[in-house]
């Protein structure tokens, strides 16, 4: 039996409630639970019917197998909760249907790879043939991703894509670091990965311009029903000319000139700094590149990574930056 969407975030948030020993969840609890995360993503609510046939189909073979504790009650009413506190749907293996559709999702998948704005789609085929058993004969992992599953905020994911998709005015909670919390609405528009941690770029009302929030920082995000202002920004094209997530706003693009240690060069033209690199032709030795890009907080501490196997050459702006790093942290070292 292959599951829909709005069957799965049922399923989803009864995992979820099943799976917390430090609440206690009747029929009505959870009846609850599962249409408010409905109605935020646009679905029906369902009736008390649907919950039960939910439960049933879950404990059944043909649906997850899960075990629930049948000894707990409040007077007369039934409590839910998972018989082991460890077990969770997201680890139970794919059935013979779901595994047969999510097979034939790679293989579409797998036809737009070359295409440029699907690239990341080498990667995810891989990871999600492993993750799934859907490759025979693999007894051990053979490939690994740089992840971090205990980063803060990455509940926040399917909620901000949601409301994007949505085109909702969000109230936003967020944390500064060594600052009170904050409060205000925003216009969300992108989400954007980088250095393992995801960022939000938003329209905040009260700056009137476009900010970015990383996901660890937010405290929470709510719907509001106010009107929203769709953005005009081409997002493939605003991260062109810098490095990171930070774009300072009316500084222009700068050649900024690269010198590598004869070690560290060849490993610089095999994984680019950045889409605008070139080899300075004037360069002799080939150890010299050219990037076009805004200096921002990203690029020097890209650059401060190579240590000494990096000269920055030209221009003056992000040679004499690189100097002062570098007298400070001489300093630490006194």
């Known amino acids: 039996m292959s599951i829909n969407k709005k069957a799965q975030i049922r399923y989803s948030v009864l995992d979820k409630c099943f799976s917390n020993f430090q609440r206690i969840y009747t029929y009505q609890d959870l009846l609850g639970e599962v249409n408010s995360i409905l109605i935020e993503n646009g679905a029906e609510p369902i009736q008390l019917r649907q919950l ?103 509940q926040h994911l399917g909620h901000l894509f949601n409301l994007i998709l949505k085109k909702k005015v969000v109230k936003l909670e967020y944390q500064p670091y060594k600052k009170e919390k904050e409060s205000f609405l925003i216009h ?9 941690r995801w960022f939000l770029f938003c329209y905040n009302e009260e700056f009137e311009a476009i900010s970015n929030y990383p996901l660890d920082r937010i405290v929470s ?24 997530v930070t774009k300072p706003e009316g500084v222009k693009p700068l050649d900024i000139k690269l010198r590598f240690s004869l070690d560290r060069i060849k490993y610089i033209l095999t994984k680019p700094l950045h889409g605008s690199q070139k080899l300075d032709r004037k360069d002799k030795e080939n150890r010299t590149v050219v990037i076009n890009v805004i200096p921002n907080f990203e690029l020097y501490q890209m650059l401060l990574s190579f240590g000494s196997d990096l000269v920055v050459a030209e221009p003056e702006l992000v040679r004499n930056k690189m100097k002062d790093y570098a007298s400070k942290l001489n300093l630490k070292y006194k």
Request: proline share 4%; charged share 30%; hydrophobic share 30%.
């Open 188 to 196: 969300p528009y992108y989400l954007k990965q980088y250095n393992s």
């Open 52 to 154: 039960q046939y939910d439960i049933k189909f879950m404990e059944s073979d043909a649906g997850f197998g899960i075990e629930l504790d049948e000894n707990l009650k409040i007077g007369k009413k039934r409590v839910f909760r998972y018989s082991n506190k460890d077990f969770s749907i997201s680890d139970h293996p794919l059935n013979q249907s779901d595994s047969d559709q999510l097979e034939t999702t790679i293989q579409i998948l797998s036809r737009y790879k070359h295409r440029q704005e699907f690239k990341w789609i080498e990667e995810f085929i891989p990871r999600m043939e492993m993750a799934f058993d859907l490759v025979s004969g693999v007894d051990d992992d053979i490939i690994g991703y740089e992840e971090n599953p205990d980063l803060e905020g990455r």
């Open 221 to 244: 995000c709510k719907e509001t029903g106010e009107k929203y202002i769709p953005s005009s920004i081409n997002w493939f094209d605003y991260f062109e000319d810098i490095v990171g």
